[in-house]
């Protein structure tokens, strides 16, 4: 049974952006294995404090996250 894991940083992304990611996902991993495996694919959407991701060494925020999709950051 497939078990797909994301992990992103809190507030960056509406509860209809994640279940956006969850459904195509899902698509995904059925496209490759086929459609009788799509009622056991599993999809965990784990949100990670902002804060508490870091890239560089660096600790990223909400609002960082938020200005770097804008082209921002």
């Not at 509860?15 to 698509?27: E, H, I, R, S, W």
């Not at 959407?45 to 990670?48: F, N, S, Y």
């Given at each position: 049974?497939?078990?797909?894991?994301?992990?992103?940083?809190e507030n960056v992304f509406t509860?209809?952006?994640?279940?956006?990611?969850?459904?195509?996902?899902?698509?995904a991993m059925v496209e490759i294995e086929g459609e009788n495996l799509r009622s056991v694919t599993t999809v965990i959407?784990?949100?990670?404090r902002s804060g508490d991701w870091a890239m560089g060494g660096k600790p990223l925020s909400s609002n960082e996250v938020k200005a770097i999709a804008a082209g921002k950051g």
């Open positions: 049974m497939p078990l797909i894991e994301v992990k992103v940083i509860p209809a952006q994640k279940t956006q990611m969850v459904k195509k996902l899902t698509d959407v784990e949100e990670v």
